[in-house]
């Protein structure tokens, strides 16, 4: 038998089963622990929203996840798995292809040591970061049929990637989190159609804040499907960021070349930014909603979430293409692919800092001087005044009306998933709310109670999206900005409301070691320069490194 790293206890699991156990004991790889300890030592926490209530899923049998893949996964070598960690740890898609085109390992290679990396430390109640809640029982299959040096192919040809779980995917179940669609079965979102039609592979879905944060004023990254997902550069004791937050830790933790999230206001920028990665918010409209459970129609776009500005780069123009079913989607945009090819010229960029985080933010402002001392031109400025009445009015009203939408036309077995409507999942949710809804489910008692009427609806739209455009066209056109830069997801709700895309990217660390990122927020559909820039930046400051516990 060849030698492997996987953790002792769950290979004499593997071994016993092998000695033909009797049909009436079931395999087991993972035992749920008492999480009660745990979940005292957080009762005190700084962060209200880290007082957690619970931290496994009650539901989620980690087992039935991880056993349909597991006979091959144990099959990986150690020497392989030690060949390879320098190849692909931390390395971008293009070094990783390079790898592929020289016969060092194949994709089938490639996404056991991804697989590897998940079951080592997903699998052990001390290290697992609930991340997971479903893999591709596929996907190796499908490794085994790609071919290395293919000709013409996308670069994300052959590279593991992870969804957040409200985007749906064949042959896992979309469940955004919520007991309620524990059995949604769905076809291929629109994004996720691009993704294989290039040759990606979907390696599994990743925990999220259930109904991507708009059920509950709830910890980051908890779902009662997935239980308290947690973050790698300090378990516990750093939050995670929402609502992508699997995507986001997954990323960080190397468990795939990259993650798929979605934003509403801030769900692609806090996360990227509490886990060091690259997340890029698109405008909206670039790249299609269908197939993904909604939030608002208005705001709701997926995004991409990398180890670095080219692997963004290359996810997002995957990713592209024009959806009839999505009445904002628009055709893709070109010079996305290539530039990270293309860095902007430091003398040519022009970036405006805000006064007050200058003010306020000692890295940022460290930040700010790096960018100066390399040649880049730095306007400091004070936004706009605007008022955000209404903001949550829309969310409300948009999700009332989004949700059933998604129910009738995107959940395939009607059966299986009966809620039809919010006020349908309220009422679900009560039967069971130490399960269910163990922090409430206030967010959704909202949308049930707000009678904003359609006429008020269309104003209120109107003036968030003239609001928020303002607080960044007014210091963009006075100065000639290419872009305003903020902190991690800080200025979200504002380029929410514009509807523009914003780029985070690492740029240090505190004292505690907790990770702190770098924002972009620039002109609408110009994802492309967005992304010289950021390229530009991440060349001059290039800081991210992976979390230490979960670097062997």
């Not at 300890?37 to 007082?51: I, K, L, P, S």
């Not at 990986?76 to 960690?85: G, Q």
């Not at 669609?181 to 290039?198: G, H, P, R, S, Y």
């Not at 967005?530 to 516990?549: D, F, M, Q, S």
Request: aromatic share 8%; glycine share 8%; with cysteine.
């Amino acid at each position: 038998m060849k030698k492997t790293i996987l953790p002792l206890l769950i290979l004499m699991a593997f071994v016993a089963c092998k000695q033909e156990p009797k049909k009436s004991e079931p395999i087991v790889l993972w035992q749920p622990y008492n999480d009660s300890t745990e979940v005292a030592a957080n009762a005190d926490h700084e962060n209200e929203r880290m007082r957690y209530k619970f931290i496994q899923s009650k539901v989620l049998d980690k087992n039935e996840v991880f056993l349909p893949l597991y006979e091959e996964v144990s099959r990986f070598s150690e020497a392989k798995y030690e060949m390879m960690k320098a190849l692909v740890l931390e390395q971008d898609i293009p070094s990783i292809q390079k790898s592929i085109s020289e016969g060092k390992f194949s994709y089938e290679d490639l996404t056991r040591f991804y697989l590897h990396r998940i079951y080592k430390y997903e699998l052990p109640n001390e290290t697992t970061l609930n991340i997971i809640i479903a893999l591709n029982p596929k996907v190796l299959e499908e490794a085994r049929k790609l071919k290395p040096n293919a000709t013409g192919e996308h670069p994300i040809y052959g590279m593991p990637i992870l969804l957040k779980d409200n985007i749906g995917s064949e042959g896992m179940k979309t469940t955004a989190g919520a007991i309620a669609l524990k059995d949604n079965v769905t076809d291929d979102a629109f994004i996720v159609k691009k993704l294989k039609e290039k040759g990606a592979l979907i390696l599994g879905k990743v925990n999220l804040s259930e109904w991507a944060n708009f059920l509950c004023n709830c910890p980051n990254g908890q779902s009662a499907m997935g239980g308290q997902t947690l973050n790698p550069y300090g378990r516990r004791v750093f939050d995670t960021g929402g609502s992508s937050a699997g995507s986001g830790t997954s990323v960080a933790a190397n468990y795939a070349v990259a993650a798929v999230g979605t934003e509403t206001s801030g769900s692609i920028l806090s996360p990227s930014s509490q886990n060091s990665v690259v997340g890029l918010k698109p405008t909206v409209g670039l790249l299609s909603r269908t197939g993904i459970v909604p939030i608002s129609s208005t705001l709701d776009t997926p995004g991409p979430m990398t180890k670095n500005v080219t692997d963004n780069a290359i996810l997002l123009d995957a990713m592209l293409g024009k959806d009839v079913e999505d009445p904002k989607s628009v055709e893709g945009y070109q010079g996305i692919l290539s530039s990270y090819q293309q860095p902007a010229p430091l003398e040519k960029i022009r970036l405006g800092a805000i006064k007050g985080l200058m003010e306020r933010d000692s890295i940022y402002r460290k930040t700010v001087q790096i960018l100066r001392k390399g040649g880049i031109e730095i306007v400091e400025f004070t936004p706009p005044e605007v008022k955000r009445d209404g903001f949550l009015t829309l969310l409300n009203i948009d999700m009332k009306n989004d949700l059933p939408k998604y129910l009738e036309t995107q959940t395939k077995d009607k059966q299986a998933v009966k809620v039809r409507s919010v006020e349908d999942v309220v009422r679900f949710n009560l039967q069971d709310t130490l399960v269910r809804i163990p922090y409430g489910q206030e967010r959704f008692e909202g949308i049930l109670a707000d009678s904003t009427n359609a006429e008020k609806f269309t104003e209120i739209k109107e003036q968030l999206k003239h609001a928020g455009r303002r607080y960044f066209d007014t210091p963009m056109n006075q100065y000639g900005l290419d872009a305003v830069l903020s902190i991690n997801n800080w200025h979200a709700g504002y380029a929410a409301m514009a509807e523009y895309p914003a780029l985070t990217i690492p740029m240090g660390y505190k004292e505690s070691g907790e990770p702190i990122s770098l924002t972009f927020i620039g002109e609408p559909f110009e994802e492309a320069h967005l992304l010289r820039i950021g390229k530009t930046y991440e060349n001059l400051n290039k800081v991210r490194k992976i979390p230490a516990a979960y670097a062997n």
